[in-house]
């Protein structure tokens, strides 16, 4: 591991749909300092660097050799090779979702991070939220069984971008994330169907997951809708929670009364509707922040290569439910 400058030098590896984000964000960071990129379109890196004043690097290694610390906005064909190399180097990274093409891939990745002490963080940006981070400070503020997790994430098929991953590595793995997280519980059941329909790969699944502690999941991603759709819903005994993250809402229905099961109260009753405030923040500017400072007070950022490595493993097993057309008991 480099030793920490008092002002971190950053790169970005990869400027293409995300990682142009990174590069604008990375340079209006306090107390970092955007040493440059690596992109092997030579006509978006020249154009990159006139905007932001930095250098375009023709290789990883020599980015490398300036830098303490880099985003990897690269296609995650390429997340495991360039990880390997950040890994050998000593410097910390920051990888887009997915940690990398496989599961074997990932777990490889968080070893040598662990045994090189590199800060290994994962982008799910979804946790960055406000709406979603919102929802989570409530529910760790009035904790309560979670009864069920349903979600839906469609989006137009784009022939421009991700195209090395299918729908469950590039929008499934979001929700799953936040499943795990919201369950807290080891996942116990996988039942999964999806097909293609615009490429070679799945562009729509959906996924039931059941947990130890009872929760259950159902979870839908698509790549072939001609709406987006960013939707969550939690529902506990007495609560009903609504996101959509498109628009940075939450709206809390509430019961104040509650069946029981001896049958005095039979019905829920007394229910009243909220719309949360939620603060509103870029999310990646949140996300990157978490980063920094994770790297600066050697702290566990919210995703880290562990966390991460989870929700891969129940990627797999939903992949194998498809493929297997079963259901998977843990």
Do not use: W
């Not at 749909?17 to 992109?39: A, D, K, N, W, Y």
């Not at 020249?46 to 290789?59: D, H």
């Not at 996924?207 to 698509?222: P, Y």
């Amino acid at each position: 591991m480099k030793k920490l400058q008092d002002n971190l030098r950053a790169g970005v590896i990869g400027v293409g749909s995300m990682g142009r984000h990174h590069v604008r964000l990375v340079s209006q960071t306090p107390g970092v300092t955007l040493v440059g990129f690596h992109e092997p379109d030579l006509e978006r890196a020249k154009e990159y660097c006139s905007i932001y004043g930095c250098t375009a690097f023709e290789t990883l290694d020599e980015l490398l050799d300036h830098v303490d610390a880099v985003s990897i906005a690269a296609p995650t064909s390429l997340h495991h090779e360039i990880g390997q190399m950040c890994i050998s180097r000593g410097v910390h990274l920051l990888v887009e979702k997915p940690l990398a093409h496989s599961f074997d891939a990932a777990r490889r990745l968080v070893e040598v991070a662990a045994a090189a002490h590199v800060t290994l963080m994962v982008g799910h940006v979804e946790r960055y939220n406000p709406a979603v981070q919102q929802l989570m400070a409530m529910l760790a503020q009035e904790p309560e069984e979670i009864v069920s997790i349903d979600t839906r994430r469609l989006a137009p098929f784009d022939g421009a971008r991700c195209l090395d991953v299918d729908v469950l590595h590039d929008l499934l793995i979001h929700d799953v994330d936040l499943a795990l997280e919201i369950a807290g519980s080891p996942v116990r059941r996988v039942s999964a169907s999806g097909r293609s329909v615009f490429s070679q790969q799945i562009d729509v699944v959906h996924a039931t997951l059941e947990f130890e502690n009872k929760a259950c999941a159902a979870l839908c991603a698509g790549k072939c809708s001609a709406k987006r759709v960013r939707a969550i819903a939690i529902t506990t005994p007495r609560r009903y929670f609504e996101v959509d993250t498109l628009c940075n809402s939450l709206t809390v229905h509430t019961a104040d009364q509650v069946a029981t099961p001896d049958r005095t109260i039979c019905l829920m009753g007394n229910i009243r509707r909220e719309d949360a405030l939620v603060p509103q923040h870029e999310p990646l500017r949140a996300e990157l922040d978490d980063f920094f400072r994770s790297i600066k007070h050697a702290s566990r950022p919210v995703v880290d290569g562990e966390r991460a490595l989870r929700g891969m493993e129940t990627l797999e097993l939903i992949k194998r439910s498809i493929e297997e057309k079963q259901d998977l008991s843990l």
